[in-house]
């Protein structure tokens, strides 16, 4: 079946220091994977997809991901974090003919001044 | 820009009321959706709508049903509300076509307390 895992529920950085937050997917297929970010009290923004091609994609607020086949894995990444950064992280991945999306379990980012 | 709005941002019920939540989407997507949110659960499916009047449970479809009357508005349905009902709910929306396949749209929630 498939599944995502988030392994860090709750991660807390310093303002402008790098950031990686950790997910794991389970999949028969080459997956379509998504990070969305939830700032407190709003929906879910999309932040980037990956679908096919490179395996490192670029997403909104200089975010990246980087898809490893190897390794089941499609880790967030920004290189310096800004107080703004701080909400909820999601992992997700496509699943089935429907569109439907299986979600990970989250991580909550703090960033401290 | 898609817009997906939902009915209420904060809702207050007390038990055995019977509770909707009402979701618009603007963008003529044929796919809708219904999630519910709780702390270290992540997003769990309840419903999900892949045409008018046409719907598929989820993974805890148990206690709720759904309507869609029209293309646009997905209705979450509490038949009867409890106290384990006290979520966050969010409403998504999904076109299958083009290279977007299952990118999702998402309101911006409500949440629901159920007394």
């Known amino acids: 079946a498939q599944s995502v895992t988030q392994p860090d529920i709750h991660i807390t950085v310093s303002e402008g220091a790098s950031l990686e937050l950790r997910c794991n997917y389970s999949y028969g297929a080459t997956p379509y994977l998504f990070w969305y970010v939830q700032s407190p009290g709003q929906g879910l923004q999309l932040l980037l997809k990956?679908?096919?091609?490179?395996?490192l994609v670029q997403g909104i607020k200089g975010f990246e991901a980087e898809f490893k086949r190897s390794q089941s894995s499609f880790n967030l990444r920004k290189p310096s974090v800004h107080w703004s950064d701080a909400a909820e992280y999601f992992c997700a991945v496509g699943a089935g003919p429907a569109g439907k999306l299986i979600f990970g379990q989250g991580t909550t980012l703090q960033v401290k001044p | 820009d898609v817009k997906v709005t939902q009915s209420s941002r904060y809702l207050v019920k007390r038990t055995g009321e019977k509770v909707f939540l009402e979701c618009v989407q603007d963008m003529d997507h044929e796919n809708m959706f219904w999630y519910r949110q709780d702390p270290g659960l992540g997003l769990r499916l309840i419903y999900f709508?892949?045409?008018?009047?046409?719907?598929e449970k989820g993974d805890i479809p148990e206690g709720y049903s759904v309507s869609r009357e029209k293309k646009e508005r997905f209705s979450l349905i509490l038949e009867s509300a409890s106290t384990n009902q006290t979520s966050m709910y969010l409403c998504?929306?999904?076109?299958?076509?083009?290279?977007?396949?299952?990118?999702?749209?998402f309101g911006p929630g409500t949440r629901l307390t159920v007394t």
């Open positions: 990956y679908f096919s091609g490179d395996t």
């Open positions: 709508s892949y045409d008018v009047k046409m719907k």
């Open positions: 998504a929306s999904h076109t299958p076509s083009g290279t977007g396949s299952y990118e999702q749209y």
